[in-house]
């Protein structure tokens, strides 16, 4: 990449009113918006680091139950106690690291990550704006993050261990379990959605007030306005998750019964709960929230795919128009369609009828995004770096987490597909290839601007083409594992219900499939050799990475490469004023292949 | 570059920051009371007939709170309007109320819980239950002041117009008592979403009473140096209060006298 | 300083003190008409809710001076509102709606 030249000269920025500040104020009680925006993915980067060896763990205990974990088994026996007697996993320890691993890797890593690193990084700078609206606010969001965090990872060190009963906690079974881990879980699930809600009121209130001069809705960059409907989707569907997370605390500790149904029998004998309690309400609550999260996980990615996506083919998004009003329809449905997570709940016909109905039409609005970028493709001479080739593996692989949706989202195919592996499948398609390619794509992206230098393109590369085999043949299986009937969440793998116990039972899982977990081990091993270039790779170039050689080293068109790098604290030296649209790439007759959006005509 | 509209409305918006902030809060309020409301209405339809409570609380005292709450609405009002209108020491005046009526407040409440805490419900062993406040509890036996039901149905519905019944001290001997519950969140599921509702509630009287406290005491020096900030603290202070205000409004209906 | 003189605002203030008798008087209502069956339960469920939206519009029109806000407030809390009854309607809407109403031998 050659050093740009273009037009605007930065003036240099003087740091009058700000004096130089301390350690502790400039790194860790910062109200910088690029320094949360740096300790919120940090933070998050370990919790998808720790996310992930839960879940090695667990792949382990599928395909070996019932042996001692290598390498690590004596650790865990040490650090865990009875829970990992021998180094092998218990069943407890199993259901534990399941509902930490998805709690972990939605709460903790990705939301964080996507939302809280990326967006408060970019948001004020792609829109033109000194900071965030409320900066202490925004502090105090990432504190609650942390504080949060902390009281999940202390609660696997307690007696009886962290929380078993899965991250959707559904009760009686939440409750009813004796051990105080779901207590943490709830207690921890409290502060990040306080953490979450101050970020959206922020976000909201930053895209709103504080867009430049010139700045309009319509010239806002498409990863403001996936951000702006993300902290919506927070702001409005976590509150009843919140809720609903108090009364589920007020069962377990002061012994209520909001989700525990008369005659309630635990252990074979009845609870001594008054009942009258209602435990699908929990699910409503707990999937209105839940699925404009799934919305939250995968947003921001679609906004770092396009913005990657304009830069490296060189020429304006297809149908801006049409992304902005499919996300902001898409984000508008996703408030009711939540009940397609509870079809075998119960639920009468009509009812399913009109939840069926909507999760169709939400589909509409995805497809047109996914169009649209691929679109945009079309013509282009693209330029395969490796935050491209990310975004190009993106682009298949969402497609096939959400085209694998639409069979769950009719009851009478979810029927048979509800509660296995299909579905295991089908959401981290959309999350581990999906989202996590684009974060990466994102950081490989973003890297020169936060640091003034390069991360490699050699490893960068090696960590794209291995991360894609690996995820492919850790997820391709588990279509077929679900669709042969195997359910998630079992300790054994599924060994108690497979051929080889039960020779002539009716849809017992065949030698065959149960031998799938064994590649899915070795497949989700190799994932995590692959991610040892990009671990080197980041940490080595802050310091010795190329440097940039200029503001703009991707030749972008959006703010946030128009400033100093890093940029200063409060941004810009002067107000920057708007002229045009995000992506005026290779307008014709304009002497560069791109055009600032501060560049005036 | 500092932020902007900080203190001055954002020309096409009309706003500024905070007014956009603490109504976008508001809205996620909205929601999270949304959601204990639709729990209140499940718990209360899924009950089974003549077992969700009437009458269980006092409505003089909870109509005195309300009307407490409201006079505290509109001394906040009155306190904002009188910084419009350049009179620091109204505002403190009005203010100073403000508090003292969020004490009052959640002085009242708390008598409320405690009342509550010390009602019990004893099942003897030979099938009857004896209801009422605790006047002694020892070793051996435990005195209440209340009365004998034969059917446990009997003390649902207390609303005026059932049967009378006399409160006598009544002495029961320990070794008679098969269940002895007070009238905790743990009762039932009305108490339930009664304390939940109610202690949620009186944590945001608590908070916006901290918070316009602090504004009126050492956060008040900023009317000296930058009045329309001080102006529009108080004015965002001010809604959360009225917000608070506003669900007890409904919440005092649905407990209280439904 | 704010320019708005005393007697600009004592109109307001008026106001205010209207609507706070408006809101004792709400009060008031709400226990007498508790007292009184309209027939059935859900007539008195009814009324007092009426009732009590009432107050609130008060205190949300006035007070919050939601009665001359600007179109971003109007349009956050038009969304709010959407989702709330959404919330709300659809989960009752599910309970009321279960299958085994339709089962028969
Ligand atoms: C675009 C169309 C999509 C459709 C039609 C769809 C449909 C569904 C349905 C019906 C289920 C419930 C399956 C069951 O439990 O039986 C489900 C589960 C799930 N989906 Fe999707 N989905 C779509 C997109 C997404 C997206 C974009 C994400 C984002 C990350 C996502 C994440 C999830 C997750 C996490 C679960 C599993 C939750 C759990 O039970 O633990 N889905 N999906
Ligand atoms: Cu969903």
Same mark, same amino acid.
């Given at each position: ?22 350690? +502790? ?192 809705w319509m010239?806002l960059?498409f990863?403001v306005w996936a951000?702006f409907v993300t902290g919506f989707l ?61 919305y939250?996980?995968?947003l921001?990615?679609m ?18 128009k049409s992304l902005v009003y499919a996300v902001l329809t898409l984000g508008f449905l996703s408030f ?26 939400i589909?509409?609005p995805?497809?047109i995004i ?94 794209? +083409? ?87 080293? +991707? ?47 | ?6 203190? %001055? ?19 996620? %309020? ?138 006598? %001290? ?10 002895? %519950? ?77 | ?74 349009f956050?809390?038009?969304f ?26």
């Amino acid at each position: 990449m050659q050093a740009s030249t273009h037009a605007i000269p930065h003036p240099h920025v003087h740091e009058e009113h700000h004096e130089e500040a301390g350690f +502790w104020s400039k790194y860790v009680f910062s109200t910088d918006h690029k320094v949360i925006g740096i300790q919120y993915g940090f933070t998050a980067l370990c919790f998808l680091f720790f996310g992930f060896c839960l879940m090695l763990v667990m792949r382990w205990q599928i395909a070996h139950p019932g042996q001692p974990v290598p390498l690590v088994g004596p650790l865990l026996e040490t650090l865990l106690g009875n829970m990992a007697a021998k180094g092998i996993v218990s069943n407890d320890l199993y259901n534990s690291f399941g509902a930490m691993h998805g709690t972990i890797m939605v709460f903790l890593a990705i939301v964080p990550l996507a939302f809280g690193a990326f967006g408060n990084y970019l948001v004020p700078l792609q829109i033109g704006a000194p900071d965030m609206a409320f900066p202490r606010v925004n502090m105090a969001s990432y504190q609650f993050y942390v504080l949060g965090g902390v009281i999940m990872f202390f609660s696997f060190f307690i007696p009886g261990g962290a929380a078993q009963a899965g991250w959707t906690s559904y009760p009686p079974l939440a409750v009813a379990i004796p051990t105080d881990g779901q207590t943490f879980w709830l207690a921890g699930m409290v502060l990040l959605i306080t953490s979450s809600l101050l970020g959206a009121v922020n976000f909201i209130a930053t895209v709103i007030q504080l867009r430049a001069p010139g700045m309009t809705w319509m010239r806002l960059p498409f990863f403001v306005w996936a951000q702006f409907v993300t902290g919506f989707l927070l702001l409005l569907a976590f509150p009843p998750l919140e809720a609903a997370g108090v009364l589920q605390l007020m069962d377990k500790v002061a012994h209520t019964s909001f989700f525990l149904p008369t005659g309630l029998a635990v252990g074979g004998n009845l609870a001594n709960v008054s009942g009258g309690g209602n435990p699908l309400l929990w699910q409503h609550l707990f999937w209105f929230l839940a699925h404009p999260e799934v919305y939250v996980l995968i947003l921001p990615a679609m906004g770092i795919v396009s913005e990657i996506i304009a830069n490296n083919t060189r020429k304006p998004l297809w149908g801006y128009k049409s992304l902005v009003y499919a996300v902001l329809t898409l984000g508008f449905l996703s408030f009711i369609v939540w009940a397609h997570h509870m079809y075998l709940t119960g639920m009468g016909t009509k009812i399913a009828t009109f939840f069926q109905t909507t999760t169709m039409i939400i589909s509409i609005p995805s497809v047109i995004i996914l169009s649209c970028l691929f679109i945009s493709l079309w013509g282009g001479s693209i330029r395969f770096n490796t935050p491209m080739l990310f975004v190009m593996a993106f682009l298949p692989m969402f497609g096939i987490g959400g085209l694998t949706g639409l069979p769950l989202g009719f009851s009478y195919s979810d029927i048979h597909l509800h509660d296995t592996y299909y579905v295991i499948a089908h959401f981290h398609y959309i999350v581990a290839p999906g989202t996590i390619f684009a974060l990466f794509a994102g950081i490989y992206f973003w890297f020169p601007k936060a640091t003034g230098r390069m991360m490699s393109e050699f490893w960068g590369q090696v960590h794209f +083409w291995a991360s894609l085999i690996f995820m492919n043949l850790i997820f391709q299986p588990m279509f077929a594992q679900g669709m042969a009937g195997m359910l998630r969440r079992m300790a054994d793998g599924g060994a108690n219900y497979s051929t080889a116990k039960v020779p002539d039972a009716i849809g017992g899982l065949s030698p065959h499939m149960m031998g799938l977990h064994t590649y899915i081990l070795w497949a989700a091993v190799g994932l995590a050799f692959a991610q040892i270039p990009f671990i080197f790779n980041f940490f080595w170039s802050i310091h010795h990475g190329k440097p940039a050689g200029s503001d703009n080293p +991707w030749n972008s068109t959006t703010l946030e490469w128009q400033t100093p790098t890093p940029p200063p604290h409060g941004n810009f030296a002067t107000v920057p004023h708007v002229y045009r649209g995000p992506y005026e790439y290779s307008v014709p007759g304009h002497a560069t292949d791109f055009t600032p959006q501060n560049q005036p005509d | 570059m500092d932020i902007p509209y900080t203190v %001055e409305a954002r020309p096409d918006t009309g706003l500024y920051n905070a007014k956009v902030g603490i109504w976008l809060f508001l809205a996620s %309020e909205v929601m999270l009371f949304g959601a204990l409301f639709s729990t209140y209405i499940l718990l209360r339809v899924g009950a089974p007939e003549g077992f969700w409570p009437h009458g269980w609380l006092n409505i003089p005292v909870g109509t005195v709170n309300t009307l407490v709450l409201i006079t505290s609405s509109i001394t906040t009002v009155m306190a904002w309007a009188s910084l419009k209108m350049n009179q620091f020491g109204r505002f403190k005046f009005f203010h100073a109320c403000t508090l003292c009526l969020a004490l009052t407040f959640v002085g009242i409440k708390s008598y409320e819980y405690h009342d509550k805490f010390m009602h019990y419900e004893i099942t003897l062993k030979d099938g009857r239950i004896a209801d009422g406040h605790l006047v002694k509890r020892t070793a051996d036996q435990v005195v209440i002041s209340g009365h004998y039901v034969e059917d446990r149905k009997e003390l649902f519905d207390l609303r005026a117009g059932g049967p009378p019944h006399e409160h006598t %001290e009544i002495t029961i001997p320990q070794a008679q008592i098969k269940k002895m %519950e007070n009238y905790g969140p743990w009762h039932t599921t009305y108490l339930a979403i009664y304390f939940t509702l109610t202690g949620l509630h009186a944590l945001h009287v608590i908070g916006g009473a901290i918070v316009i406290g602090f504004l009126w005491g050492p956060g008040s020096k900023l009317w000296k140096t930058d009045p329309d900030r001080f102006t529009n603290r108080i004015e965002i202070s001010g809604l959360f209060w009225h917000f608070v205000d506003l669900v007890w409004i409904f919440l005092f209906p649905v407990l209280y006298l439904l | 300083m704010s320019d708005q003189s005393a007697d600009h605002f004592s109109h307001h203030i008026r106001r205010y003190l209207f609507v706070f008798y408006a809101l004792l008087f709400g009060t008031l209502i709400t226990v007498a008409a508790s007292y009184i069956p309209f027939g059935n339960r859900a007539m008195n469920i009814a009324v007092a809710l009426v009732i009590a939206i009432c107050k609130a519009s008060l205190v949300g029109c006035y007070f919050m001076h939601l009665i001359s806000e600007r179109k971003m407030i109007y349009f956050i809390l038009a969304f709010t509102t959407f989702f709330f009854a959404g919330l709300m309607f659809l989960t009752l809407w599910s309970f009321s709606d279960p299958p085994w109403h339709t089962v028969t031998h």
